[in-house]
């Protein structure tokens, strides 16, 4: 199968329950987050949640193993929009976030590869949630994201999932009218039962756990092959 960009999307592409959160309320009163909005110049209801700088206040909070890696995020995204499957307009890319916003890039939206420019551009879409331009953002659970994109099949990628080699697993792809694959954008655990009701198919492409970014550079890569000719 060769596709050409004025086939459409092929691939609609998700970060799911990704570690990229404004800092929650119970800790903004923390010292570490304080002295981090003070030094940056940015309110505590305004700053993205990192385990950089943020890991004493984050102690206490539930889930914490999965929150506050907006760099994970990072170098997911720039994985996928790094490739010529993406550029040519055959992939969408969407994040889902651990607290049910989803942000949704415009086709063929770049991100900044610097990751400090990267923090304070997604810190000002969760601030202002545009509704238009280049990244939009809405609440909203998995489920509801397939509701409006209508995919024909969801597929997460995950340890918990059946052993797939990537190759069938992008013939698997490749072969949908429209899939949704789902990637954990967090740095430890699983999907949680919410997410995991959405799925159609569980599928690991790995005997070891392997990092979002790797999984998401290898996957597209192998659907390029397939469908770009």
């Known amino acids: 199968m060769t596709l050409s960009p004025a086939a459409g999307p092929l691939l609609n592409f998700v970060l799911a329950e990704s570690a990229l959160e404004l800092a929650p309320k119970e800790i903004r009163g923390h010292p570490a987050v304080a002295n981090d909005s003070k030094r940056r110049g940015v309110g505590v209801n ?75 551009l997604m810190e000002e879409a969760l601030v202002e949630r545009p509704q238009s ?48 694959v789902l990637v954990g954008g967090f740095p430890h655990g699983h999907f949680s039962p919410e997410t995991l009701s959405a799925v159609d198919r569980l599928v690991r492409v790995h005997q070891k756990p392997l990092e979002a970014h790797i999984v998401t550079s290898r996957v597209l890569y192998e659907v390029e092959k397939l469908t770009m000719g």
């Not at 607290?99 to 400090?116: F, G, H, S, V």
């Not at 609440?139 to 597929?155: C, F, Q, S, Y």
């Open 133 to 180: 331009g280049l990244i939009q953002v809405s609440p909203g659970r998995i489920r509801e994201l397939a509701k409006k994109v209508g995919p024909d099949t969801v597929i997460g990628l995950t340890v918990q999932g059946e052993m797939t080699g990537m190759g069938v697993l992008a013939r698997m792809i490749a072969g949908a009218k429209e899939p949704m």
């Open 46 to 120: 305004e700053l993205l949640l990192d385990r950089s700088f943020h890991h004493a206040a984050m102690v206490r909070l539930r889930n914490s193993e999965k929150r506050g890696r907006p760099d994970l995020v990072h170098a997911a995204l720039l994985s996928v929009t790094g490739t010529p499957i993406y550029q040519d307009g055959l992939v969408r890319a969407f994040i889902h976030t651990y607290d049910d916003q989803i942000l949704e890039l415009a086709p063929k939206t770049r991100i900044p590869k610097n990751y400090l420019r990267f923090r304070g």
